[in-house]
C-alpha cells in the first residue's frame, strides 16, 4: 500500500518553484541526479491517450554555453545595435548558468495520433503543449525542489534549426521551450497574486 501524501507537499513545491536570475555553474547537486530529475519528470507526465510526445535533451558545460552562444548570434541581425548591449547582457546572464533542458513535441507522434482519431485531429497539438506545460513544471519544480535555482526561455522558433544541426535532433521534435538551470545567487523577486475571487468560482459547496 502506497504512504500517504498530503496535497500539503504539492502545493509548498510549487509555491518554491520560482524563477531565479543571475544563476551559477556551482550546482549543489551531481549532473548525474539532474538527468535522475529530468527522466522521473517525463516517465511522469501524463500525455493525451498516453501518447507521450514529449522529448528533451540536456546541455551542461560547454554544450550550454553553445547554446546561448547560437541564441546571440541569431538575436543579432534582428535587433537595433543600440539595444544589442541589453539583449548580449541578457543572452550572457543565461549562459553563465550550469546546463539548459530543451523541451521538445515530436510532432511524429501528434500527427501519426491525429490519424488514429480522426474526430479529435484539431485538439492534438493542444493537448501536446498542455503536456508539454505539465512536463516543464514537474521538471522546475523538482529541480529546485533540491536547491537549484531556473528559469523558463523561449527562444523557439528562433533557434531552432540550428539546435537541430547542431546535436543531431530529429527533424520531427518541435522545440517548445529552454529551462536555465543552475546555483542561487540570491532569492527570488516579490511575487504578487491577483484576488482569488476573480480567478475561481465554486458552485454547489
Do not use: C
Request: charged share 20%.
Amino acid at each position: 500500500m502506497a504512504a500517504k501524501i498530503s496535497a500539503d507537499l504539492l502545493v509548498q513545491l510549487a509555491k518554491n518553484r520560482r524563477s531565479y536570475y543571475p544563476l551559477t555553474k556551482e550546482l549543489p547537486i551531481s549532473n548525474a541526479r539532474v538527468q535522475e530529475i529530468i527522466n522521473d519528470a517525463t516517465l511522469q507526465t501524463p500525455s493525451s491517450f498516453n501518447n507521450q510526445s514529449n522529448r528533451v535533451a540536456v546541455l551542461f558545460g560547454a554544450e550550454h554555453e553553445k547554446l546561448w552562444d547560437i541564441t546571440a548570434d541569431a538575436l543579432k541581425p534582428l535587433v537595433p545595435a543600440d539595444g544589442w548591449a541589453a539583449t548580449e547582457q541578457k543572452i550572457n546572464l543565461f549562459k553563465g548558468a550550469a546546463g539548459t533542458v530543451l523541451f521538445f513535441a515530436d510532432q511524429t507522434v501528434v500527427e501519426d495520433f491525429q490519424a488514429k482519431f480522426a474526430p479529435y485531429a484539431d485538439k492534438f497539438p493542444h493537448w501536446a503543449a498542455q503536456s508539454a506545460a505539465i512536463q516543464q513544471f514537474i521538471t522546475w519544480t523538482g529541480l529546485e525542489a533540491e536547491g537549484l535555482g531556473a528559469n523558463l526561455q523561449h527562444y523557439n522558433p528562433l533557434i531552432d534549426a540550428k539546435v537541430a544541426e547542431t546535436w543531431k535532433i530529429p527533424a520531427t521534435w518541435k522545440l517548445d521551450a529552454q529551462l536555465v538551470f543552475g546555483g542561487k545567487t540570491g532569492e527570488a523577486g516579490e511575487k504578487t497574486f491577483q484576488p482569488l475571487e476573480e480567478r475561481v468560482k465554486v458552485f454547489g459547496a
